[in-house]
């Protein structure tokens, strides 16, 4: 089986900084893409950054310049470096990552649990 842990959210104030780390376990031949989504009450959750194995980051337009996302592919971790909060931040952020558990498997893509981060005065 395959998981994925979140850590390091929590409540901070505008203009303050959070780390999210989100580590993969289990049965795993390979990983693609890692990213980070978030989803905010009463929205669709949407993509905050994304690093593919490989390949340039991405990153949503509203957070471009105060987030930075990286990735440790020895530890199988993606971080989520969190700069400039600010209160429109605030949301529930879920890991997902692109896994090949086994060499003939297929590759899929799991979801961490989620991590509350809160941004107010």
């Known amino acids: 089986q395959v998981q994925l842990v979140e850590s390091g959210g929590g409540s901070v104030q505008p203009g303050g900084s959070l780390r999210l780390s989100c580590a993969a376990s289990?049965?795993?031949?390979?990983?693609?893409?890692m990213g980070w989504y978030r989803q905010a009450p009463g929205k669709q959750r949407e993509l905050v950054a994304a690093a593919p194995s490989g390949g340039l980051t991405n990153y949503a337009d509203s957070v471009k310049g105060r987030f930075t996302i990286s990735r440790d592919n020895a530890k199988n971790t993606v971080y989520l470096q969190m700069n400039s909060l600010k209160p429109e931040d605030t949301a529930v952020y879920y890991c997902?990552?692109?896994?090949?558990?086994?060499?003939?498997?297929?590759?899929?893509?799991?979801w961490g649990q989620g991590t509350q981060v809160t941004v107010s005065s």
């Open positions: 997902n990552a692109e896994i090949q558990p086994r060499r003939w498997d297929g590759i899929y893509a799991y």
């Open positions: 289990g049965s795993i031949f390979s990983i693609g893409s």
